[in-house]
C-alpha cells in the first residue's frame, strides 16, 4: 500500500461520463480524493497532462496454468496485464485440468497471488470438465472464490442439463458467463460466411448462429431468472434479441471482443492464422453496428479475450490452426482506434473496459472515485508505435496486430497505489 499523488491529469471518470483536468490522491491502497482543476502540489507525481483512468477489468483472461504454461503463466500474463494497463484480469477455466473443483482453484488462486502483480478474479467452469453433462459444486466453487461460472467457447448442447444449472446457479446468486452460439451451425467454422469465405474455400459459420445460440440462452434466463453475461456478441443480428431482454427486465449483459470491434473478415487476407478467433471475425457491417451497440449501452463490456497459442499450433492450414490472439498488452491501444476515429469517447471506453466489468461482477474497482481501490493506468493516448510482437511480455506472440502501427503507450500501472509498470 502507498500513498500517492497524481497532478496536471486528464482524469476519466466512466461513471459521470466526464474528462476533467485534476488532481488524485491515494491514501493507504485507495483514493482520498479526486480535484479537479490545476492544483499542483509539491512531491506530487506530474503527469504532464496525460490521461489518467480506472485500470482495466479484463473479463475472459485465459491463464495457461495448469496444464499447458507453455503458452502462458501467470507471471507473464501478469507483467502483460501490467504493462497494458490491466489490473484486474478475470480469468477462464478452460484450463487443463478445468477449473472445475475447489482444490484446483485454490491451486490457481495461489499461484496467482504468488506471480501476478496484478489482481485476479477467477471463473469456475458450469459443468464437469465443460463437458456439459453435469453441473460443478456451485457452492463450494463460490466460497473458494469464484466471481462466475461459465464453460467458455464450449456450448453445451442438453438443455436440460443447461436448465438446471442455470436454476441451481440462479439460487446461490451466482453469474454464469455463455457463449452463445448454435453448436450445430457453429462446428468446424473457421470464418463467417459469405463471398470471401466462398472465394477462400474456406469452412464458414453464419452469422445466424450467434443470434440462435443467444434466443436460446435468452428463454432459460426467462424460465429460470438466473444473472446471465453473454461473453462475445459479435453480428448486429443478434442485438435486437439482446435489446429485447434487457427491455423485458431480465438479469441480462453482453461484452465483445476487442478485435471484433477493431477488425473484419477482410483482415484474414491470404490465409493469417493470428486473425483466426472464436467468434470469427466478422463483416465490416457487422463491426460497425456493434461499436454503436457499445456507444448505446446495449452491450456492456469490452474485453480481450487473451487466449495465447503456441507457434506450432498457429503454423497449419487455416482451417486447422488453433483459434485466439493474445490482447493483455494491445487492448488499450486497439480500443484507442475507436476513440481516434471518433466512434467512441474515452469515457466510454473506460465505462466498458473497467466499470461495467466491475459492476457486473460485484468488485469494487473500475472507478474514480474516493474509497474505490487505486487501481490506476496513466497512459498517453497520442503517442505512436509499430507493434513488434516478439517485445510482447506474453509467452505467446500470436497477436493479429504484429507490424501495425498503433497510437497510446501505457505511462505506467498502480495496483492499490503500488506502482506494478512504469515505462
Avoid at 480469468?91 to 490457481?108: G, H, K
Avoid at 471463473?123 to 463437458?131: D, F, I
Avoid at 463460490?142 to 467457447?153: I, L, N, P, T
Avoid at 443470434?211 to 438466473?226: H, K, N, P
Wanted: net charge neutral; proline share 6%.
Amino acid at each position: 500500500m502507498s500513498d500517492l499523488t497524481l497532478t496536471n491529469a486528464r482524469l476519466i471518470d466512466p461513471e459521470a461520463g466526464t474528462e476533467t483536468l485534476g488532481t488524485l490522491t491515494v491514501k493507504n491502497g485507495l483514493i482520498a480524493s479526486v480535484v479537479a482543476g490545476d492544483t499542483r502540489a509539491e512531491g506530487a507525481l506530474d503527469c504532464g497532462g496525460k490521461v489518467l483512468a480506472p485500470g482495466i477489468v479484463d473479463i475472459g483472461v485465459k491463464i495457461c496454468e495448469p496444464g499447458e504454461r507453455h503458452k502462458e503463466s501467470f507471471r507473464t500474463a501478469g507483467m502483460a496485464a501490467a504493462a497494458g494497463g490491466v489490473t484486474t484480469m478475470v480469468t477462464r477455466a478452460d484450463t487443463l485440468p478445468a477449473i472445475d473443483t475447489p482444490e484446483t482453484l485454490e491451486f490457481v488462486t495461489r499461484r496467482a497471488s504468488e506471480d501476478s502483480p496484478v489482481r485476479i478474479a477467477p471463473m469456475a467452469a458450469l459443468t464437469k470438465q465443460r463437458a456439459g453433462r453435469e453441473m460443478v459444486e456451485i457452492g463450494f466453487l463460490q466460497d473458494a472464490g469464484a466471481v462466475a461460472f461459465s464453460d467458455g467457447d464450449t456450448v453445451t448442447t442438453d438443455t436440460k442439463v443447461l436448465s438446471r444449472a442455470f436454476t441451481y446457479t440462479r439460487s446461490m446468486g451466482a453469474l454464469v458467463i455463455a457463449h452463445p452460439q448454435e453448436p450445430g451451425l457453429s462446428k468446424g467454422g473457421a470464418v463467417t460466411s459469405g463471398k470471401f469465405a466462398s472465394l477462400k474455400g474456406l469452412p464458414a459459420v453464419s452469422p445466424m448462429a450467434e443470434r440462435m445460440g443467444l434466443d436460446r440462452d435468452i428463454a432459460l434466463v426467462e424460465m429460470t431468472g438466473v444473472k446471465y453475461h453473454a461473453d462475445q456478441i459479435t453480428t448486429r443480428r443478434a442485438l435486437p434479441a439482446l435489446e429485447r431482454a434487457k427491455r423485458n427486465g431480465f438479469d441480462v449483459t453482453a461484452g465483445t471482443s476487442i478485435h471484433h470491434l477493431t477488425l473484419n473478415l477482410l483482415d484474414v487476407g491470404d490465409y493469417r492464422t493470428f486473425f483466426k478467433v472464436k467468434p470469427p471475425l466478422r463483416s465490416e457491417t457487422d463491426r460497425l453496428a456493434v461499436v454503436e451497440a457499445v456507444s448505446a449501452g446495449v452491450i456492456d463490456t469490452i474485453s480481450s479475450m487473451h487466449t495465447p497459442q503456441d507457434e506450432e499450433s498457429k503454423r497449419l492450414p487455416f482451417e486447422e490452426a488453433a483459434s485466439g490472439a493474445v490482447g493483455l498488452e494491445t487492448f488499450l491501444p486497439a480500443a484507442l482506434r475507436l476513440y481516434h476515429a471518433g466512434l467512441l469517447s474515452l469515457p466510454q471506453l473506460f465505462r466498458a473496459m473497467a466499470l461495467n466489468p466491475s459492476r457486473r461482477l460485484g468488485l469494487p474497482g473500475g472507478r474514480l472515485e474516493v474509497g474505490a481501490p487505486a487501481d490506476l493506468v496513466l497512459f498517453d493516448p497520442d503517442a505512436p508505435f509499430v507493434l513488434d510482437r516478439f517485445a510482447l511480455r506474453s509467452k505467446s506472440k500470436n497477436t493479429p496486430f504484429d507490424g501495425q502501427r498503433m497510437e497510446g503507450k501505457v505511462i505506467g500501472t498502480w495496483v492499490g497505489g503500488k506502482r506494478v509498470f512504469e515505462r
